[in-house]
């Protein structure tokens, strides 16, 4: 690097427009002090013409809080023509830190456009900077972007990149750098409203008549699928519209099977005579009393001739393809018995929005959720063994339901289709009807988990969720509780190691438990008289002594060989309880025989998530779900307050059997010295047999990192390279293709938006 590139690097011609920013449109100073401004509509603007960039390469900077779980702001470029699309810049925000994304100014500017977010809400913006950047710096970021957060440039080395793509761009007849933007803009895409939603859906494939004749002849069978409809009072262009989604099926081997609960709204009679005549693989049945929907669906399933039946309600609608795919997932898994697929949403007008991309079989998700839904395709065989749809069940009976018939499944039997085959009809209706509703269904739900575990683990016990139809299941701490070992290694840092040493020792209920500060050489007067003085006074403390060169892998192994309990407990010295029940929680899932390691919710000092489970491929490795969240938001499908299975947690705080770290050989000490040594650990465990899970009933603070520091020298950087290959080469098909998440999910970012 010349001396100028390095001044031009350190010396950016910088602009800082917040003062000179002028609100356009749905924007109002806030009423509330806590916020600066108010976003009164969707489309919210700020206008700048004075002081504006220069042509070239320029980096924009912007912090903002927000009350939303999701922001992205938008900068619009005016180079004469008004402001486009086509001009402008796409950021996705973290509340409360500064983001950054490079862009490039072909042309001197008139004026700029502000979008601070997309939606009505409240938010304060603490910084926006636009500063010039060296081509030679931008284009070094550019191929470190692609490198780190493109997929095609995964396995590419750096220097490597901006030379192929000027070669691929050359054979396009492209300018390089067009096409390199177009890239780096992909690492930030995501979509977050239902117009986003709607633009990834134009950009889905329909299937063409000489595709679907050419998957039709692949299957090496054709099994009959019997499609369930009870059927009461819908209003009628509704439940023609269902009908319709049925006949119009990609694949023929369908039977309609309508059982009418009584209807008492005039023309559904007339209505389903009317398909019944027209069409020989329609069936009904005309019940002479009202049943309720269990009796209903009971009366179809006794009509259906098919091997396997599926699920439909009366007003939604199935996709034209749901069968087909449905027919090809039991081609590929012959002894598939019960197939599920993702769904959506219908509003009023028809437009389709609130995409669900579910994951693969996660029983415990199960239990806290019927993640499962809608379209659900069984076994005909095993619902009549299962009793069918139990009445009492109702407004919850599919979850009963898919509790019983799984029970006696392998995974293997069970087979997501990443695919929305189903479209649920969302109507809004009054908020009272909406409250009885929502304790009607999670009511029959509670009863239908609790019978569930009844059979399997009857001294536990089932509560509500925090939001409707969500569930918490307490599992059982035998009498005399497991003695757990907690490993904490440090080094110096006292600040750091006594608050998190005394809010464990103060902040535990758990009535058994031994905690071993693993040392790694600390020097500091104050860290050593700490240790001397924490292990004097409390007996529950050890401190071991590891003189060696920081390996966080070897320092735990270590610290497991010298533990006497049975349950380990791998905690970082950052780490702070927030309630006492804690450990708790997380011993009582980690001695399941079928669970092994257990992850907790995570929080940042400001109480945004830091860790709320390990997504696999995430940035060519692994990400944290839900990272900057607000501590109390949703989530994806209120993801954020459910305990469920997941690839990977975090070894900030994890939970694990001591036989079981034994069983894998623990932390890989020799390729994995400082990150990924976790996911690694979790991967290992995951394919001895057993299943991971993050509860979010175990909360502490974690404030990240504070004692190891941050990659940002070249050794550093090295090294976290280096264990970037050894997980893309030991484990790189797995990273891609996570069971606990959803192809169609993002692998940039860590908030589920589409990818």
Request: aromatic fraction near 10%.
């Amino acid at each position: 690097m010349s001396w100028l590139q390095r001044l031009l690097e350190f010396t950016p011609l910088t602009i800082h427009p917040l003062s000179r920013l002028k609100p356009h449109q749905h924007l109002l100073p806030a009423t509330d002090s806590s916020w600066q401004w108010q976003s009164t509509g969707n489309d919210p603007q700020f206008t700048l013409r004075k002081g504006l960039p220069l042509p070239g390469w320029q980096m924009l900077e912007v912090a903002m809080d927000h009350d939303q779980p999701q922001v992205a702001i938008r900068l619009y470029l005016d180079t004469g023509k008004g402001f486009s699309e086509e001009e402008s810049v796409f950021l996705p925000l973290k509340s409360g830190r500064k983001t950054k994304r490079m862009f490039y100014v072909s042309k001197p500017l008139k004026a700029i456009r502000f979008d601070p977010m997309e939606q009505e809400g409240h938010f304060s913006l603490s910084h926006l900077r636009i500063a010039w950047l060296s081509p030679w710096f931008a284009h070094d970021r550019l191929a470190s972007r692609l490198a780190n957060m493109h997929h095609h440039w995964r396995e590419w080395n750096r220097p490597r990149i901006l030379p192929e793509l000027k070669r691929q761009a050359e054979a396009k007849g492209q300018h390089w750098r067009d096409m390199a933007l177009a890239q780096y803009e992909a690492t930030f895409e995501r979509y977050t409203s239902r117009l986003d939603y709607r633009q990834w859906l134009k950009k889905q494939e329909p299937l063409s008549a000489e595709g679907v004749q050419a998957r039709l002849e692949k299957l090496s069978s054709s099994p009959l699928i019997s499609v369930l409809v009870p059927v009461y009072n819908p209003p009628l262009d509704w439940l023609r519209e269902c009908l319709d989604s049925v006949q119009t099926q990609l694949y023929p081997h369908w039977q309609l099977c309508i059982a009418d609960d009584a209807s008492t709204a005039p023309g559904v009679k007339e209505l389903l005579s009317e398909y019944a005549e027209q069409d020989s693989r329609i069936k009904v049945v005309y019940r002479p009393d009202n049943g309720h929907i269990c009796a209903a669906s009971n009366s179809a399933l006794a009509i259906a001739d098919g091997e396997f039946v599926a699920l439909l309600d009366h007003d939604d609608c199935l996709s034209p393809d749901a069968l087909l795919r449905v027919a090809e997932a039991h081609h590929q898994n012959p002894n598939a018995s019960l197939i599920y697929s993702d769904e959506d949403k219908l509003g009023p007008d028809g437009t389709r929005f609130d995409p669900h991309f579910k994951p693969q079989w996660n029983p415990d998700l199960l239990l806290a959720q019927n993640y499962i839904s809608h379209l659900g395709v069984y076994r005909t065989a095993l619902v009549r063994e299962a009793g069918g749809f139990r009445e009492g069940y109702e407004g919850s009976q599919d979850h009963d339901l898919v509790l019983r018939v799984t029970a006696h499944l392998t995974a293997q039997q069970i087979v997501h289709i990443p695919h929305v085959l189903y479209h649920w009809r969302a109507v809004d209706g009054s908020t009272a009807l909406a409250s009885r509703e929502k304790r009607y269904t999670s009511q029959a739900g509670l009863k239908a988990v609790e019978d569930f575990l009844k059979s399997k683990t009857p001294s536990a016990k089932v509560e509500f969720g925090h939001y409707s139809n969500t569930y918490r299941i307490r599992w059982p701490l035998p009498e005399h509780p497991p003695m757990v070992s907690m490993l904490i290694p440090t080094r110096d840092r006292v600040e750091v190691l006594q608050p998190c040493v005394d809010a464990i020792l103060e902040r535990t209920d758990y009535p058994h438990f031994e905690l071993l500060i693993l040392d790694n050489g600390s020097v500091c007067s104050k860290t050593l008289d700490y240790m001397v003085q924490v292990e004097q006074r409390d007996p529950r403390v050890r401190v071991l002594r590891w003189n060696h060169p920081f390996n966080y892998s070897a320092i735990n192994n270590f610290g497991a060989s010298q533990a006497k309990g049975e349950i380990l407990a791998l905690v970082n010295n950052d780490i702070e309880p927030i309630h006492s029940d804690w450990l708790n929680e997380m011993v009582s899932q980690a001695i399941r025989p079928e669970i092994g390691c257990v992850g907790a919710k995570l929080y940042y000092p400001n109480d945004t998530v830091q860790h709320g489970g390990v997504i696999l491929g995430i940035g060519g490795v692994a990400g944290h779900a839900h990272k900057y969240f607000t501590r109390n938001s949703f989530g994806y499908f209120t993801r954020l307050h459910l305990a469920h299975n997941l690839s990977a947690v975090t070894a900030a705080c994890l939970v694990v059997r001591k036989a079981i770290y034994e069983e894998v050989g623990g932390l890989n000490a020799q390729h994995l010295t400082v990150a990924f040594n976790d996911v690694d650990l979790c991967l290992k465990v995951r394919e001895a047999g057993y299943r991971n899970l993050w509860t979010p009933y175990a909360e502490l603070y974690h404030h990240e990192s504070v004692s190891r520091g941050a990659d940002d020298n070249v050794q550093k950087r090295a090294r976290a390279q280096k264990e970037v290959e050894y997980m893309r080469r030991i484990w790189g098909e797995q990273l891609d293709t996570d069971p606990a998440y959803n192809p169609n999910l993002t692998l940039i970012h860590e908030d589920f938006s589409l990818r």
